[in-house]
């Protein structure tokens, strides 16, 4: 016999239905008030086209990492090590470009940037085998691996920044696609991050291994039990994210034409804001790269918004753990949402 319907539960559901079509609207939202917000207050100086082409640019950095992050943090886990992983493969790309000073151009960036993927995918299947083999939590796994990665950089380069890097790297950190047709308004770096950024998404949402991710995130034990690979997911998501760490390397020796084994510090805080607050559930699950995307455009505009209105580099700290912070929160009710 059925049970009759509960009309005071179906008008309860209706409401709540609303509100999560809201909430996945929250963040082009967000980003729009925020764009508006800092237009208005630096007297329009935020929305001059040299301006959005620099924010464009820095974003392009923290948004190839966060990709991977993305999918680090839906399977549950954590990467603290990405800013020492840029600091290192960066090092390694400078001193192998160096070294290769007499070869041709091209080939020269070209082994400079093999060596950076190559150093980066090291790094990012050593986290992920002491995640999945030994079972150490991500974070204190990937905070070995940051300190170990950072002591590297040091030591391979003395301290010192590698410098005298081949003339042609600095089209790909400061160089323009299309420059002849459309002016000094895509910067090569934005190209590449839009690249990964359909890449990643396609990744995600339109293939097995990206429902593997999500169901690794959301109930280990069902993934399992539906013949997901639950510890080979796990490990690919750290790889592909300490590869991307080795072009981000690159691309920043391209921007600064130097080697830095200082660059990169706290670079982890901006990535994980850009997943956390594009909507990536730090719970594990939940996430998508389209969300990252804005989440990153967030924090950049937040950013550069307070550098033009001239805030001390302490108090952006203090917004930027607030924007963590209340994202997280949200996430928390959103779970509780979801659970009922």
């Not at 008030?33 to 924010?55: H, K, Q, S």
């Not at 600064?256 to 607050?277: F, H």
């Amino acid at each position: 016999m059925k049970s009759p319907s509960n009309p005071e539960s179906t008008r309860e559901r209706k409401p709540r239905g609303w509100l999560m079509r809201l909430v996945a609207l929250r963040m082009p939202l967000i980003l729009l008030l925020l764009v508006l917000a800092v237009t208005l207050l630096t007297d329009r100086v935020f929305v001059r086209p040299e301006n959005l082409v620099n924010v464009a640019r820095q974003i392009s950095f923290d948004a190839l990492i966060a990709f991977g992050m993305t999918l680090i943090i839906i399977t549950g886990g954590i990467d603290l090590s990405v800013g020492s992983l840029v600091a290192l493969t960066g090092v390694v790309a400078g001193l192998v470009m160096r070294s290769a000073a007499g070869w041709p151009e091209p080939a020269c960036i070209a082994a400079g940037m093999a060596a950076a993927g190559a150093t980066g995918l090291v790094a990012g299947a050593f986290s992920g085998g002491i995640v999945t083999r030994f079972a150490i939590p991500p974070f204190i796994a990937t905070l070995a691996v940051m300190l170990i990665a950072r002591g590297f950089a040091f030591i391979l380069c003395g301290g010192q920044p590698v410098y005298e890097l081949p003339a042609g790297l600095l089209w790909l950190g400061r160089g323009f696609v299309l420059e002849g047709m459309l002016g000094r308004v895509l910067p090569v770096a934005v190209v590449i991050m839009l690249a990964g950024f359909v890449v990643f998404h396609v990744l995600l949402a339109r293939t097995v291994f990206g429902r593997g991710v999500v169901a690794v995130g959301s109930n280990e034990e069902a993934a399992r039990l539906a013949g997901i690979p639950v510890r080979s997911t796990r490990f690919a998501v750290y790889l592909i994210t300490g590869g991307l760490c080795g072009l981000v390397g690159v691309l920043h020796d391209a921007r600064l034409m130097s080697a830095d084994p200082k660059v990169g510090e706290a670079w982890e805080l901006n990535v994980i804001a850009a997943v956390v607050v594009g909507g990536t559930s730090l719970f594990g699950g939940r996430g998508s790269i389209v969300g990252t995307l804005i989440g990153a455009l967030v924090i950049g505009v937040l950013n550069n918004g307070l550098n033009l209105l001239h805030v001390e580099h302490f108090w952006q700290k203090v917004t930027l753990g607030g924007v963590i912070l209340a994202a997280s929160l949200l996430d928390v009710g959103l779970r509780r949402l979801d659970n009922g």
